[in-house]
């Protein structure tokens, strides 16, 4: 599979994801609110609300590592001459694939831990609501793989992909 391929599918996976997530918070929040308003409101639809938007920002921190919208420097590195911009650039994606590689195992055993652990309200096994920190540094390592690949091979400056952008 190529690496085109892969960024592809990894982008379609997370916005998918992304989707489900938010319909399960828009659905959640307007039952909160209509119970609120015509008596009162389920207790699962606050919990339900607070997992669906951990699953938001695993899903998004790939799509933010692409568009440019983590956080950055880019007054600083941009500003400086020759070829600076690229390595600090390269030294970033670098630093964040990493930290994500490093991070992976903890994750993993703090998924585990709540295996036996379960949600008061929605009454869900907790390690599928502490999944979503292992889906958040599993799919910041693809993206920022797959932006040292092709700065490395020379397809990819590392550079924002604002295409995604709408006006």
């Given at each position: 599979m190529s690496v085109t391929r892969l960024e592809t599918f990894f982008i379609t996976l997370c916005r998918a994801g992304?989707?489900?997530a938010f319909g399960a918070l828009i659905l959640s929040v307007l039952i909160q609110v209509?119970?609120?308003?015509?008596?009162?409101?389920?207790?699962?639809?606050e919990e339900l609300t607070r997992f669906a938007l951990l699953y938001i920002a695993a899903f998004g921190a790939g799509l933010s590592l692409r568009s440019g919208?983590?956080?950055?420097?880019?007054?600083?590195?941009?500003?400086?001459?020759?070829?600076?911009?690229?390595?600090?650039?390269?030294l970033s994606a670098l630093c964040t694939a990493g930290l994500c590689t490093i991070l992976i195992l903890p994750a993993w055993q703090y998924v585990s831990i709540g295996r036996l652990q379960t949600s008061p309200a929605v009454?869900?096994?907790?390690?599928?609501?502490?999944?979503?920190?292992?889906?958040?540094?599993?799919?910041?390592?693809?993206?920022?793989?797959?932006?040292?690949?092709?700065?490395?091979?020379g397809s990819d400056q590392g550079l924002p992909d604002r295409k995604e952008e709408v006006s």
């Open positions: 992304i989707l489900l209509l119970g609120r308003t015509f008596g009162s409101s389920p207790v699962w639809t919208d983590l956080v950055n420097v880019d007054i600083v590195c941009e500003s400086l001459k020759g070829n600076w911009p690229w390595r600090l650039r390269l009454e869900v096994r907790m390690d599928f609501v502490h999944a979503s920190v292992l889906v958040l540094l599993f799919i910041l390592l693809v993206f920022s793989l797959i932006r040292i690949i092709g700065m490395v091979l």
